[in-house]
């Protein structure tokens, strides 16, 4: 299957800086990317979706002045944390949509290898 | 709106006993996808299998086997003979045709102890 790279694997920052998380596809365009938190010993929720050159769109309940998320080319999303608080700690993890070809619009998404960050 | 079930917080068994995951799921749409992860304790995400609404073929893999049963919206997983390296979290999830953002299930945790 396809490769999706994220980095780093896992931060520790100090309350109130900022942190910023990659997400790379390595051998395919992505045109979508989405990003998930998950909280110790519960599932993943996805935070937002972002498409390639476009407004990344925010799930209800999601600062989207917080979660700063840029999908800058069809290969990297970054998801920057800012003013980073102890609640924010958390596993982040990305996953990321080849583009589809014809009317197959449910390619499968790729997932990273999550990112986790602690917030001290 | 799709919901994804695990009523199994945790399942512990000793190597070599079969062990089945249930999934119970919740669609408007016709045509949907489902999928089962394990996530081991390094965190990432291992994709296992995914099923098309269409496909009601059950599927075996080596020790893994799925029963799809679109008549009770139920998508179990069975691994045959487990082995300590099974321990893990397993999520269930579920796609709406034309989206990839899947819905997760709360995940089962598996203890396979030697």
């Known amino acids: 299957g396809a490769v999706v790279s994220q980095h780093p694997s896992w931060v520790i920052c100090k309350s109130g800086t900022s942190v910023k998380i990659e997400c790379r596809s390595l051998?395919?365009?992505?045109?979508?990317m989405f990003w998930y938190r998950q909280f110790p010993k519960q599932s993943l929720m996805l935070m937002a979706t972002s498409n390639e050159g476009s407004k990344a769109t925010y799930e209800q309940g999601v600062e989207k002045d917080k979660f700063l998320i840029n999908h800058a080319s069809l290969t990297l999303s970054t998801l920057t944390v800012t003013s980073a608080h102890p609640e924010d700690s958390s596993f982040y993890i990305c996953?990321?949509?080849?583009?589809?070809?014809?009317?197959?619009?449910?390619?499968?998404?790729?997932f990273g290898q999550g990112t986790r960050l602690t917030v001290v | 709106a799709q919901k994804v079930t695990q009523a199994q917080t945790e399942i512990s068994v000793v190597e070599k006993e079969d062990v089945t995951l249930d999934c119970v799921y919740e669609t408007r749409d016709t045509t949907y996808y489902l999928f089962w992860y394990k996530q081991p304790p390094s965190g990432e995400l291992v994709f296992l299998i995914r099923r098309n609404s269409f496909d009601e073929q059950n599927e075996i893999s080596g020790r893994y086997s799925w029963n799809f049963q679109k008549s009770t919206s139920s998508f179990n997983f069975t691994i045959t003979a487990s082995q300590v390296v099974d321990s893990a979290v397993y999520f269930c999830?579920?796609?709406?045709?034309?989206?990839?953002?899947?819905?997760f299930g709360k995940g089962t945790m598996l203890l396979v102890s030697p």
């Open positions: 996953s990321a949509r080849e583009r589809g070809q014809g009317a197959n619009y449910n390619t499968e998404a790729f």
């Open positions: 051998d395919f365009q992505a045109t979508t």
């Open positions: 999830a579920l796609s709406e045709a034309g989206y990839s953002t899947l819905t």
